[in-house]
């Protein structure tokens, strides 16, 4: 079973910066879209941003715009989430999930590989 591994989650001030990173050892992530989705005790899982296999496609949920940035470096397999200027609104379990590349270059399609999330706290 295909499990991507998720790393970088913290406590951090409110302000401050994360960088999440993801890879696995069983897929060659430049075959796919990246994802990375979040949920919140008690909040439904919301969808954060995402990447085209390419990289020349990035989409970021409104919340975070403008404060996160999604990157993915396919020599070392890994996609990277860079958070600045959290709030304590970000909070949350982190995922990310992979879907097969699309003709579109996009990230359309159905994330099928997921993680077990890594923790991001901000303290106000």
């Known amino acids: 079973q295909v499990r991507m591994v998720e790393s970088g989650g913290g406590l951090v001030q409110a302000g401050g910066s994360l960088r999440l990173s993801c890879t696995t050892p069983?897929?060659?992530?430049?075959?796919?879209?990246m994802g990375w989705f979040r949920q919140a005790p008690g909040k439904e899982r919301e969808g954060v941003s995402c990447i085209s296999h390419s990289g020349a496609k990035t989409y970021y949920a409104d919340s975070v715009k403008g404060r996160f940035t999604i990157s993915r470096d396919n020599a070392k397999n890994t996609v990277y989430l860079q958070m600045d200027s959290l709030r304590p609104e970000d909070a949350a379990m982190y995922y990310c999930?992979?879907?097969?590349?699309?003709?579109?270059?996009?990230?359309?399609?159905?994330?099928?590989?997921w993680g077990q999330g890594t923790q991001v706290t901000v303290s106000s």
């Open positions: 999930t992979a879907v097969p590349r699309s003709s579109y270059d996009d990230c359309s399609g159905t994330f099928n590989y």
């Open positions: 069983e897929l060659d992530l430049d075959d796919f879209a």
